[in-house]
């Protein structure tokens, strides 16, 4: 899985954000992202556009450990349900394929929050179209 | 609209990244972030994460633009088509309201990036259910 | 659960379909539709419009069990994706709430088809926002 | 226009619904549906999967008519958002082609249902992702 972390290292806007890869085994991937003001919508919880890119990251890493080398991964289209307000210290998206490919992979990511007392709260969950791509 | 300004203001997210609030009309809103590396995926376009966010927020603040003063506005869901890599100079969304309503407001903007030529390319377009909140 | 057989019974677009109300329990519901040429797309699959019908019945019906009793069931958004052609002899939506709530419900339906064999086949899944609203 | 027309005409679906293609030019599709009980939910409005099934074939069809001769259009992901009721005497599903592309296309489509004053109202929407086969 060198090639996941290697092209998760390779986005500046996942920097810049802090997320981290908390895991990544073939057709499955683990993106998380501490609490800071600066993920932070304006009532304070976690932005839906920080748990988006947290759960695009899922699920596109997921589809690009199943696909040949050499290939990128691009997204086509998501949708998200964003359940509960995703309030608490960790925000952590799991994402896994439900459908490879030889064009096309489906995803889903389910984005739970950790609170305090260690409980993970399912907040959002994303379906999600991948493509594989040759450079 | 300065209630909408003053909550766009509100989003630690929103200044993180560097988006502007470029117009704010009742039922309209306008979103936009220049250019930079901090902003993009793994091989150097606007992330998903990025055009999502200014997506999210040109909606919500549309809709948060037709709602009764004191009510706050929050994603309930929404979808994005990425039609295009999204290469350019500036990536500015174009958020509307399609049919306001007591508890939810369906929305849908759509997301361009503006070129060196000055041709703004859609890039990607977003439906999206907005609801209304007491505080 | 009589209520939601009564409700599934009252709609004449699934009495026109065929459409089979095979489980009902308390956010959890399965509807079954036989294969028949009056199904079918253009290319002899069960057509995508069909399998959402099933889909939106799975998951408006598993809200609803979790509703006051008044209150009937609309759909609010739905988004699918069809991961497989869909062939085979019977389609069959399963509905689960994801999340219920005092106004909007979060669900999630897969959409198998069985074949000759007997094996399921995942072929399509749904997230869905349901709403409940009093008569 | 005639392949959209025989396509259209091959779906054993569209004929037992009724629904008829009004109009199809390159990227542009509309399919109608007038009004019957056997197309309502169980509150007596057109139902959900009659919308989506028009809309399906609106965006699938206006994709269709900008594809190679021989290719099959296959439904990939759609999502709709249902913004009101849909009450009235005929519903109407106007499909357009966002982005054509080699292996996707992206598409839109509006539904209206016309009143008896002659008023088309506005009740759903649909962005879908459409893909090309050879057959």
């Given at each position: 899985?060198?090639?996941?972390?290697?092209r998760?290292?390779a986005?500046g806007?996942?920097?810049h954000?802090?997320?981290?890869?908390?895991?990544?085994?073939p057709?499955?991937?683990v993106?998380?992202a501490?609490?800071?003001?600066?993920l932070t919508?304006?009532?304070g919880?976690?932005?839906?556009?920080?748990?988006?890119?947290?759960?695009d990251?899922?699920c596109?890493?997921?589809?690009?450990?199943?696909?040949?080398e050499?290939?990128?991964?691009?997204?086509?289209?998501?949708?998200?349900?964003?359940?509960?307000p995703?309030?608490?210290m960790l925000?952590r998206?799991?994402?896994r394929?439900l459908k490879?490919g030889?064009?096309?992979t489906?995803?889903?990511?389910?984005?739970?929050?950790?609170?305090?007392?260690?409980?993970?709260?399912?907040?959002a969950?994303m379906l999600?179209t991948?493509?594989?791509?040759a450079p």
């Amino acid at each position: 899985m060198q090639r996941v972390a290697a092209r998760f290292a390779a986005q500046g806007f996942a920097t810049h954000l802090g997320l981290r890869l908390a895991q990544a085994e073939p057709g499955h991937c683990v993106i998380e992202a501490p609490f800071g003001e600066h993920l932070t919508q304006h009532t304070g919880y976690f932005h839906a556009g920080l748990l988006t890119t947290l759960a695009d990251n899922a699920c596109g890493f997921a589809a690009l450990s199943l696909m040949p080398e050499g290939q990128e991964v691009l997204s086509v289209e998501f949708k998200l349900s964003f359940m509960r307000p995703a309030t608490g210290m960790l925000a952590r998206a799991t994402g896994r394929v439900l459908k490879p490919g030889k064009t096309l992979t489906f995803c889903q990511a389910d984005v739970h929050v950790v609170q305090e007392s260690g409980e993970a709260v399912l907040c959002a969950t994303m379906l999600a179209t991948m493509m594989g791509v040759a450079p």
